[in-house]
């Protein structure tokens, strides 16, 4: 079906809840996406952070092998790959890339008995436990959920989580009221409560925020990097002031790694940037390679206070979900996708640096911002025009590009869309 058959299609029968560029792809390869007029565009955004590995390959493949085998039977039963997963996320959540290394080879060379072996926890290891959602918004309710269902059965009693303003956290209620954002949350109120704002590396606020409400509080949630505002990643101050703030009054610290996690940054989770092991940490995005996923994480004698019938899901942990999550990190663990986004990310902070009108470049490997100057124009033209030029790139503001791109981005990659940049900016 055409462009303009798909548009009309769409504009009659889907709610009005995005603007579209006007493109339809229909197919897609590594860093490459496929018009419906056989066009061929560079994907600087991956389905905003999703195709870590890119377009087709290894996680197609394997999404239509179990396909075919079982798609779908209920969290009542045990099915394979979810335990592998999850082990793979408690190495990870501990910055452990040897142990993800060993788990993620006996994956991949189908040995059982090793990855049994390699997953069992060493003696002192802080063994962390995963549940599986659909998606980021889910993932970070169930956060909420179990920060504050610790520190009622722990006796701490507080249930305010304190969140950062510019953030962004779900779509759902509970997550747009932790969304402190006027813009997203005025049409919808009221909102759930239970939620306090503090200005992103403001150490002065939250210690009076703290000091106002003590125990009360059982969590601070934050993205260490906001991906929604612009790409702004926090302060080492802060995130660790965060951390020492809230475990002080018996509460948590939540990271939302929804975007910026799984090595996106150049570390596991970005978090660990800081020097700093959160609690509770949520996932989605490129979890799965494309395949709709989420989960979050957390120590276990945070997680071990959820009880059967405390939080559930039809659909989270599938057979299609975790199968393509175990091949996604999987590869990501095994080819070394920590050093190379940070090595790319470097490598493009610098070539975006000298744009004309970039006036700030911003982020962590390769979850990148930059900001434009008046001359440049409206944000969202300069991404059209990139697109009528061949390159999919994201505007998060009038005067601010994102760039996420596959993990597999190469310099020459980069290099091309800085030349499509200077001549649109130029």
């Given at each position: 079906m055409s462009l303009s058959q798909q548009k009309a299609l769409e504009d009659t029968y889907l709610m009005h809840t995005y603007g579209r560029s006007p493109v339809e792809f229909v197919g897609g390869e590594g860093m490459e996406l496929i018009g419906d007029d056989g066009r061929t565009y560079r994907d600087f955004l991956a389905g905003i952070g999703v195709c870590c590995l890119g377009h087709g390959g290894l996680v197609a493949k394997?999404?239509?092998?179990?396909?075919?085998?079982?798609?779908?039977?209920?969290?009542?039963?045990?099915?394979?790959?979810?335990?592998?997963?999850?082990?793979?996320?408690?190495?990870?959540?501990?910055?452990?890339?040897?142990?993800a290394r060993a788990v993620a080879g006996a994956i991949v060379a189908g040995d059982a008995e090793a990855v049994a072996h390699a997953a069992e926890p060493a003696e002192g290891e802080q063994v962390w436990k995963t549940f599986f959602s659909n998606s980021g918004a889910e993932a970070n309710e169930g956060s909420m959920k179990l920060a504050r269902l610790y520190a009622h059965r722990a006796g701490n009693g507080g249930n305010t989580i304190v969140c950062l303003r510019g953030g962004f956290h779900g779509r759902t209620l509970e997550t747009i009221a932790a969304t402190m954002q006027d813009r997203l949350q005025d049409s919808f109120k009221p909102l759930p409560g239970g939620f306090v704002a503090c200005t992103p590396n403001d150490v002065d606020e939250l210690g009076r925020i703290f000091d106002e409400l003590g125990s009360e509080i059982c969590a601070v949630m934050l993205e260490p990097i906001q991906g929604e505002?612009?790409?702004?990643?926090?302060?080492?101050?802060?995130?660790?002031?965060?951390?020492?703030?809230?475990?002080?009054?018996?509460?948590?610290?939540?990271?939302?790694?929804?975007?910026?996690?799984?090595?996106?940054?150049?570390?596991?989770?970005?978090?660990?940037?800081?020097?700093?092991?959160?609690?509770?940490?949520?996932?989605a995005k490129g979890i799965a390679g494309g395949v709709p996923a989420g989960a979050f994480v957390a120590k276990q004698e945070i997680a071990d206070v959820f009880r059967p019938g405390d939080h559930g899901s039809t659909f989270g942990g599938s057979c299609l979900a975790v199968a393509a999550a175990e091949t996604v990190l999987s590869r990501l663990v095994e080819g070394d996708y920590a050093a190379h986004a940070a090595k790319i990310g470097a490598y493009m902070a610098e070539r975006l640096?000298?744009?004309?009108?970039?006036?700030d470049v911003r982020g962590a490997g390769l979850m990148v911002g930059c900001d434009l100057d008046e001359a440049a124009g409206d944000a969202h033209d300069v991404v059209a025009r990139a697109l009528e030029a061949g390159f999919v790139i994201n505007a998060t503001g009038d005067h601010t590009l994102r760039f996420l791109p596959p993990l597999i981005c190469e310099r020459t990659d980069v290099d091309d869309l800085v030349a499509c940049l200077a001549e649109v900016l130029g």
């Open positions: 394997v999404v239509q092998e179990q396909a075919a085998k079982l798609m779908h039977v209920s969290n009542y039963f045990y099915i394979e790959h979810r335990g592998q997963v999850a082990a793979l996320l408690s190495k990870l959540a501990n910055d452990d890339l040897d142990g505002s612009g790409v702004h990643p926090l302060t080492r101050e802060f995130v660790q002031t965060a951390y020492d703030l809230v475990h002080g009054v018996g509460g948590v610290l939540i990271s939302d790694e929804v975007q910026a996690g799984l090595f996106r940054t150049g570390k596991p989770f970005a978090v660990q940037l800081f020097d700093v092991h959160a609690d509770i940490m949520s996932l640096a000298e744009v004309p009108h970039v006036v």
